[in-house]
């Protein structure tokens, strides 16, 4: 769970990165921020995104956020970023914040702003269960919600953050547990705080203001004003008559930078220390994971509450799979996340092809047909038997486990040595996984273009893989993106045709 702030003041839902915190005094909004109304009420600043072309592993590209002032308002807000960076014993960890409404790419003209579609409070009733409690729009449909942002099984936990889907929208939601002396809530107040965006990649930024919002309505039930001010100040505009879906990032913007380096999204947006967290918890089964992304199969991950950290490890499962070769992959089942799921979305998952999520419900383990990989705590399995010798790890596999490990110890020995803050685990793992899946379908590009499409053991081992262990593997990928090259590695005699 994130780390709690002890300066929290509830109308702060703009976010700075740590190293720009340094007010010179608390503000004076802050102690008494409840009362205070739009008192503590933020501006916007800017972030500039600085996308280098250095490709160096151990040197990632750099990003960075100038948070902007205004006379108006002479205050740097923190979030959890700045005031949440520890990490618990279970791998769990906290955003860096952005500070601002707007996301550019510098000369690109590409920008994200801010689209909440809704926010809402849930309540468990102990006569009805998960309800809605309050909302806006009043009129939007959030059916199911009340069992998304508040996980079977949160009763035994005192707080916890989900991401989930609702439709063509993600959501995030902060929950929190107080005990009360009161029989008509069996000694337990729950609440869950939260908001929809068409895009995931923004709703970190709320997570501190959801945070001190939850436990404001715990303690003080039905005091919805700074909600309303936060719907109001960031409602999205969506188009009329559409199916609200937001275009985050154009394509034809975004082209020159993609082909440079990671998109950005990857870049600015995931959460502090959760990919370096991710593979050591999984260790060398990373790899295990990585071909299973690669090949666009529908995984689910199950774990008791709290299940934040769980939603993390569903978008660190999604970024295995980046590719940034124009055109590849867009015949493929798009690989996007679902993050938590539960019962009431066993018919959405019916007609999945491709996804990633996470459970805190066992029942769904006897539902084979709705997931390819099952991954319970750190044992990855597969009722598929064609996938099965996907899970055993060969020699290739293990050399890619140990240049990750060479590379991240070489840039934490810069960090160190150097100084070197221009680069962060994060983005050396994002990277390192982008180039060898680049290499990959580079190699089998050019071969597919080429007057003699045969792909050899010596073309297996350049793309970084094993020409025997990793047949099985070769074959499934060259049918599923589409990619006609002739296999031969096995008997020359009899080349597999792909």
């Known amino acids: ?11 702060d839902w703009e ?10 005094g608390p503000s004076p909004e802050t102690g008494d921020s409840i009362q205070s109304g739009l008192s503590s009420y933020p501006t916007e600043g800017s972030v500039g995104v600085d996308i280098s072309p250095n490709r160096s592993p151990a040197r990632p590209n750099s990003v960075t956020a100038v948070p902007g002032e205004s006379p108006q308002s002479p205050y740097k807000y923190s979030g959890p970023g700045g005031d949440a960076s ?24 590409w920008e994200e702003k801010d689209q909440i579609v809704a926010v809402f409070v849930v309540t468990f009733d102990t006569r009805s269960g998960n309800m809605i409690e309050w909302c806006l729009p009043q009129d939007v449909n959030l059916d ?11 009763h035994r936990i005192s707080s916890d953050f989900i991401y989930f889907r609702k439709g063509c929208y993600f959501g995030l939601a902060c929950f929190a547990n107080m005990p009360v002396e009161s029989e008509l809530e069996r000694g337990a107040r729950m609440k869950s705080v939260g908001i929809l965006s068409p895009s995931y990649t923004l709703l970190y930024r709320y997570m501190h203001f959801l945070e001190n919002q939850v436990r404001h309505q715990l303690q003080c039930p039905g005091q919805y004003s700074p909600l309303e001010a936060f719907y109001e100040d960031k409602k999205a505009v969506l188009p009329p008559g559409g199916n609200g879906l937001v275009t985050a990032c154009p394509t034809s913007a975004l082209g020159p930078i993609v082909n440079r380096c990671m998109h950005p999204e990857m870049k600015i ?5 959760c990919m370096s967290q991710f593979i050591r918890f999984f260790g060398e089964q990373i790899m295990v994971l990585w071909k299973f992304a690669l090949l666009r199969k529908r995984i689910l991950i199950f774990s008791p509450p709290p299940v934040g950290v769980v939603c993390y490890r569903v978008y660190c499962c999604c970024c295995l799979a980046n590719v940034s070769i124009p055109g590849m992959g867009l015949t493929v089942p798009e690989f996007r996340p679902f993050f938590y799921i539960n019962v009431a979305d066993i018919t959405a998952l ?34 598929r038997e064609s996938l099965q010798p996907l899970l055993r790890l060969n020699s290739a596999d293990r050399e890619k486990y140990r240049k990750l490990c060479e590379q991240r110890q070489m840039l934490l020995y810069s ?19 982008m180039e060898q899946n680049n290499r990959i379908f580079q190699t089998l590009s050019e071969l597919a273009a080429s007057a003699d499409p045969t792909l050899t053991a010596e073309h297996v ?35 597999s045709h792909s």
Do not use: W
């Open 86 to 109: 520890a990490t618990d014993e279970e791998g769990d960890c906290a955003f860096h914040g952005l500070s601002v409404r707007d996301r550019r790419i510098t000369g690109s003209g």
């Open 350 to 383: 019916e007609s999945e092809l491709s996804y990633v999520a996470c459970t805190t419900e066992k029942i769904f383990e006897e539902k084979k047909e709705l997931y390819d990989v099952y991954i319970d705590n750190q044992n990855v399995k597969t009722h």
């Open 269 to 273: 947006t995931h959460p502090a220390g």
């Open 15 to 24: 976010e700075v990165p740590p190293a720009e915190l340094a007010p010179s």
């Open 461 to 495: 081992r350049a793309m970084g893989l094993d020409p025997q262990a990793d047949r099985g593997f070769l074959v499934d990928l060259l049918e599923i993106y589409g990619i006609d090259v002739m296999l031969v590695i096995d008997n020359p005699c009899c080349p």
């Open 144 to 154: 199911g919600v009340e069992f998304k942002s508040m996980a079977s099984g949160s």
């Open 415 to 433: 960090q160190e040595v150097d100084g070197d803050c221009t680069s962060n685990e994060e983005e050396l793992f994002i990277l390192f996984f």
């Open 1 to 11: 769970m994130v780390e709690q702030s002890d300066r929290a003041p509830l109308l």
